[in-house]
């Protein structure tokens, strides 16, 4: 198909190339209908640009088109060259001061929290750097796209509006100036023509709505049978559905299929069949049937190619016409007023109120074109951004119903652009006057609520999913009527005032409707069957807090505006209870002499409502009342004297009821949907509006009535009125044992009721109840919250009330009473409280829970004992209240008060069993303690002249009136402090006495007469020293005891070490062995120690015993014995790679014996040095697969590790691992027979005996070989050509010394290294299997000297015990696994690497020197050698052969290192001083510049070379020094377990080298010189030297992980910058950095998934394979996570090294406080990576989070 097309293409550009912009443009300019011209040659050009073929090219067509259609435009508007006309257009142009950047998605936005007017109002990065505002405090957010920068809106800013960029010139006035002055006449008139018809035309063919032709204006004659199958995005399907229905419809691979769905969410549209319209209309039935079973089906149109391509072109002139704007302010204008004419029908007819209301019918695509044309023209000029908000505002109705019909999210809807009028000060003023914008919004809103009851209150009951989800819709409207209310009026016209009230009124009537909504009646008897629906009216609620809080914060800036509002309130207020009385009968209730009438109304059995926002907001309005002191100022206009005090009070208290009765547990049966309610209702969300609003209404009511009267009705409402009205209450119910729970739930009402008056009388620190200002309310809420315990900054944010800007206001308080603590690797900062605020703590604080309540009490008494001062909280003073509320403190002495306190206390005297509490008993108390306080404080603020009406100690020491004569509160107070029981209570009850008789001493030296002394305070001195004294002794006694006690243990312990003195020798002995570290092995004698060679320093060794942790048996490690093992984890890894681009092509054929030393993969082993009986591991690992064999038919739930691949939790650390390395005595002691022959072969020696060796066993193996197919004579003749060398016995097989479950061991290990390292199927018999223990021996050996290096610690200090266990036996492993392999394979890679130093003609493929690492060809050759040793019987020691192997690699390494290393010049030459290694080297250099034909530099000097040598083999030497010490068991000398100096000398003692290594070849130059030539002449050393390749030089450098900026900020800017490499500039929703290479990758999206080992994975776990060969470490830049990746199924997520000021990380940037790099947390990732710790990270995490496992990490 697309073969037939393409030259049809190729023609149809041809004659279109040949069209010229400027002729075209002369035509127009000719033409007397521009109009019709211009739409002629659109019809005929357009379809032959667009919509040619199945796949667009959007490339190709933008070029056309620019030439073709725009061109002549462009021409047209300069009439001239564009090139030309546009710069000249701009320079004239002055620059806006206006940034109007918009914003990308996830572009890093700042708002400045001291200069924003609200927090909406955000700056770009380049702005916010250039401002003033990155000094002061800001927050940093990601942007969800659209919305653009605010830089230079002198409405967004209290101070600093511009950046340096956007800064005004001095000479500069802001003043409005028409921007057409800079155009000449027909420039304008011109743009103006065209403007017109490109405008026009793009709005016709967007909201064209046929599918098949086109308006008759661009009609053409011949019209193909070309369609195309056009399917929409909406949000209901998900990605899955819409990729399986296309495979369906279109058949199509699952790649095209997610390409479409890719470019469908992403455009909102795509073509997904081209062809004839029947076979488009195929492809939409399928698509239509296979979508609409559950929900409504996809969108899909057949559409005919012309209309695409009109549409697409539509598309295009919209955004052309956005940058032709941008080159001048005098062409935005233009466009505006082409946008914003009426057009011929009059209202709502302009194109951009056209564009509006078709919103929700244009796809996604076209809808964010317009949007952003909007964005650059409307909202960029000042004088229309004011008509477009007009239209805007009169539309606002119909645009808000389309979008709840539409689907798509807000953030593509037009109403989103809201944001940018309604925040706007003037422009959201303007709109409340004169398009009534409050009471539109609201209207708007009432309108989609439509469910109501028979009262005519919303009603949420059982919402359909698409009730809720047009609820959620209505939300939005919510947020508008934020904005608008978001800054508050200065001045206000009258216009004003009217419009706000209007709008009030429209607020009053949704409030009504929200009074008493979701009542509930009290379930008796059975459980509720079906949990209510609340959600939707607490949504509802919490999205309105801050409106109701706005619209208070309105009223109280206008005096005229408050006395209205409060009228209105208070008449529906009054509407709402119209029925108050009707239906419920007057009862009079009467107690102490007082009575009162009120109705009958029990909360337990009518029904009950939370939402109650009608009377908050009168309580509200009431405060502000007193606050603005309007209610002095004016009393006579407030109807005050006609509030009825009752009915104000009625419903709160129902509601406080309603939760008292909840905590008494008498509402069980109501099921979970009342406990959430009751928990909201107190939440730190809806609190303000709720629960602290009743308090208020309450304090307003009492502050109105007889608080006798109120007591009453409290008791009455509480259902106690019968207790406290019935004179024997307590006596009945001690008798009756009857009603447990009965009593159970008084107890609980009474105390309840008892907190409500301790509220009442003590919450007086809102602005307007207390004389307190805002500052102190919130500094007393920071103290209660910090009394708990000491909390973090988010925390502490998290529990105190934000307000509308999201502010908290804390930042200004908290230094004045909290100390802030830094955190350390782990944790975060904390702030603690200062101990002076202590004397605040109130322990009946309003807003705490009962759970807060009890730790506050127990941290708060524990502070107190650690002072050493007594336990009392006692009530902390309080400001006085307001003149208007100034009453509420005389319930605390009106006569019922004082009856149920002394009820209450006489309870507590007499001791009634259950039928009174502590807590009871606590809270009366604190009433005592709040009444004492407030006399006090009357008695020392008091006036001249003035009589004290609050008299609260005279009343308490009256006894109560005959017939009863009960004694009065102060003796049973008196009473109490002695009564055993009460202990707790003892130092608060000594506090109100002490208060009482201070109290009794300010009043007699106020009043004239004496009166006399109360026999009470003697009384109470003289207990209370007796109480000390008695104290004090008992402690005494109690503390010789302890002394007596302590002193006989010690004894005891003394005697038995003495008796069992063997014992603990032993013990130590045994620690000694099992630790095995260097100080306490067994003695040595102060020679120097040797760890190799003849000279070795000979160690009897330690015998070894280990505890298996599975049967807890103990065993000594012996050969013959059953083998024990280490659970072990081999990894591939790429920590010390200098090349991660390498990839083993065919791991089946791939030979690792030679190590490239860019070690660019090697195999890692780590251990968590626990140990178990091989059995017992088997068995253990055993019932793993078992058990995972079942869990696997169960559920198909990931565990943490992957059986399959052999994996399984270290039984006793739960650490991850995948195989089990056995413990070995030392090998060489096992297999060496001692023959110390005095006479020991040098290097050349050695060296010769070794090559006849080799050749002879070559010649064998070939000659077995040969001898199977055909014995010849010839053969053996040949045999006898080679001597055998003398002692060589290659016949003889050595008898292998372990006992059978240790060769299983050894097996098992060396396979599972095999497996991993080559990442093949296991066998263990592949020859490669001992090169690669071989090899992970070397690796691993290799990272932990480079974690030691960097860290500078000595290469001996103290090494953990679980790296000490693996290594040693790692090594011990390693070299006896050649026991377990046929000898001739061991042989055969001795032979061959041994060929890479000394040369041989039997092999070809060698490497050459350069690319030999040569510490893993140590460790092969000398782990291989015994398998050639063992058949040599003339003497030579292994000893002999390790020194002579390690003397050989070390000289070729120095030639390495020489060959390598870059010559710097050094000035410092001269002064150097020339020793012998100086001298030496030097003469080694010049051979080696002689073999390789002078190719090699000439050498500075050689005290430089000395240096660069030194410091290139001292790794090579540090590993080698841990290889032999773990291989012999050797102890390192002391010096080197310090740090300190370059440990040079000692290694070179310790591992018998001089310290002059160029001694070596001196010593050996006879074999050496022709060593080195052979080195030199390999073709690639001399290509290497020619320039022609690289090669790694020494000492390799660390790798680390990639730099991190110190500000995230910059982070995400480059983040929001990059783009998905798949899907053509497309921004990459989740981009995340590797943090090993710095590669950003496009994470957890179809776009970029790869192909790995036949199964679709995401980018970051693809780019772990190619990158770290399976482990990972990424940073997730949106969410600020750091991401560990294992493998497909394991990951963690991991805490970021970014923290904010107050020392917290913000995972999901939720806070957006500026982050900043911390070096601490970011190196501790580091080490993770060195150790090779990651993979064991995650399976920690895993276990500890089980919901991490279900993550399917594969995808991300």
Partial sequence: MASEMEP?????????????????????????????????????????????????????????????????????????????????????????????????????????????????????????????????????????????????????????????????????????????????????????????IMFRYAVDILTWEKESELPDDLEVAEKSDTYYCMLFNDEVHTYEQVIYTLQKAVNCTQKEAIGFATTVDRDGRRSVRYGDFQYCDQAKTVIVRNTSRQTKPLKVQVMHSSVAAHQNFGLKALSWLGSVIGYSDGLRRILCQVGLQEGPDGENSSLVDRLMLNDSKLWKGARSVYHQLFMSSLLMDLKYKKLFAVRFAKNYRQLQRDFMEDDH??????????????????????????????????????????????????????????????FRRVQSLILDLKYVLISKPTEWSEELRQKFLQGFDAFLELLKCMQGMDPITRQVGQHIEMEPEWEAAFTLQMKLTHVISMVQDWCALDEKVLIEAYKKCLTVLTQCHGGFTDGEQPITLSICGHSVETIRYCVSQEKVSIHLPISRLLAGLHVLLSKSEVAYKFPELLPLSELSPPMLIEHPLRCLVLCAQVHAGMWRRNGFSLVNQIYYYHNVKCRREMFDKDILMLQTGVSMMDPNHFLMILLSRFELYQVFSTPDYGKRFSSEVTHKDVVQQNNTLIEEMLYLIIMLVGERFSPGVGQVGPAEEIRREIIHQLSIKPMAHS??????????????????VIETVAHFKKPGLTGRGMYELKPECAREFNLYFYHFSRAEQSKAEEAQRKLKRENKEDTALPPPALPPFCPLFASLVNILQSDVMLYIMGTILQWAVEHHGSAWSESMLQRVLHLIGMALQEEKHHLENAVEGHVQTFAFTQKISKPGDAPNNSPSILAMLETLQNAPSLEVHKDMIRWLLKMFNTIKKIRESSSSSPVAEAEGTILEESSRDKDKAERKRKAEIARLRREKIMAQMSEMQRHFIDE??????????????????????????????????????????????????????????????????????????????????????????????????????GTHTGSCGHAMHAHCWQRYFDSVQAKEQRRQQRLRLHTSYDVENGEFLCPLCECLSNTVIPLLLPPRSALSRRLNFSEQPDLTQWTRTITQQIKVTQMLRKDGSAAADTPSSEDTEDMNIIPIPEGFR??????????????????????????????????????????????????????????????????????????????????????????????????GHFCKLFASLVPNDSYEDLPCILDVDMFHLLVGLVLAFPALQCQDFSGSSLATGDLHIFHLVTMAHIVQILLTSCTEENGMDQENPTGEEELAILSLHKTLHQYTGSALEEAPSGWHLWRSVRAGIMPFLKCSALFFHYLNGVPAPPDLQVSGTSHFEHLCNYLSLPTNLIRLFQENSNIMNSLIESWCQNSEVKRYLSGERGAISYPRGANKLIDLPEDYSSLINQASNFSCPKSGGDKSRAPTLCLVCGSLLCSQSYCCQAELEGEDVGACTAHTYSCGSGAGIFLRVRECQVLFLAGKTKGCFYSPPYLDDYGETDQGLRRGNPLHLCQERFRKIQKLWQQHSITEEIGHAQEANQTLVGIDWQHL
């Fill in 1060 to 1161: 069992n003195k063997e014992l603990f020798q032993q013990t130590i002995e045994l620690d000694a062995s099992v630790s095995a570290a260097p100080d306490n092995s067994p003695p040595v004698s102060d020679t120097a120690l040797t760890a190799l060679g003849p000279a070795q320093t000979q160690v009897p060794e330690p015998r070894q015993f280990v505890t298996c942790i599975l049967c807890q048996e103990e065993q000594e490690v012996t050969v013959e014995s059953r083998a024990m093992v280490l659970a072990a984890f081999v990894q591939r890894s790429t920590v010390l790679s200098k090349d991660r681009t390498k990839v083993i092509e065919n791991p089946e054929k791939y030979d690792p014996l030679f190590m490239h030393p860019d070690l660019s993969c």
């Fill in 795 to 812: 925390e502490l944010v998290k529990s105190l009330p934000e307000d509308e800007n999201k502010e908290t206001g804390m930042e200004s």
């Fill in 1290 to 1387: 290659p016949d003889f097989y050595p008898r292998n010394p372990y006992s059978d479950s240790i060769k299983e061991m050894l097996t098992t290990f060396g396979t599972a290294t095999f497996k991993v390292g080559l990442k093949v199927h296991p066998n263990e018999g592949d020859p490669r299997v001992p090169t690669m223990c071989w090899g992970t021996c070397a690796y691993t050996i290799q990272s932990i000297e480079r974690i030691l290096s960097d860290e500078e610690k000595p290469v001996f200090g103290p090494l953990p015990c679980r790296l000490d266990d693996c290594l040693r036996s790692l090594t011990r492993f390693a070299a006896a696994h050649w026991t377990v392999t046929l000898l001739p394979v061991v042989q």
């Fill in 8 to 196: 049809e293409v190729q023609a149809i550009d041809r004659s279109l190339l040949e069209c010229s912009a400027e002729e075209i443009a002369g035509k127009w300019l000719q033409a007397t209908d521009l109009t019709r011209e211009v739409y002629q040659h659109l019809a005929h050009c357009v379809p032959k640009i667009y919509c040619r073929g199945p796949n667009p090219f959007p490339q190709k067509e933008d070029t056309l088109a620019q030439h073709v259609l725009l061109g002549p435009m462009e021409w047209y508007i300069c009439g001239e060259d564009p090139a030309l006309g546009f710069p000249k257009l701009e320079q004239a142009n002055k620059p806006s001061h206006l940034c109007g950047r918009v914003f990308k998605v996830g572009e890093p936005t700042y708002s400045c929290r001291d200069c924003a007017v609200d927090p909406t109002c955000v700056l770009c990065m380049e702005c916010f750097l250039g401002s003033i505002h990155r000094d002061h405090r800001y927050r940093m957010t990601t942007s969800g796209g659209g919305g653009f920068c605010d830089c230079g809106d002198t409405e967004a800013w209290k101070e600093g509006p511009y950046c340096q960029k956007h800064k005004l010139s001095s000479s500069e006035v802001v003043e409005e100036e028409d921007p057409l002055v800079h155009l000449s006449e027909d420039v304008i008139a011109r743009t103006y023509n065209i403007f017109a």
């Fill in 409 to 470: 999210e807000r953030a593509v809807s037009v109403t989103a652009l809201s944001v940018q009028f309604f925040t706007a000060p003037t422009l959201a003023r303007m709109l409340i006057t004169e398009e009534n914008l409050m009471t539109v919004i609201i209207k708007a809103f009432m309108d989609h609520l439509k469910h109501r009851d028979a009262q005519g209150r919303f009603q949420f009951e059982r919402y359909t999913a698409l009730q809720a989800f047009k």
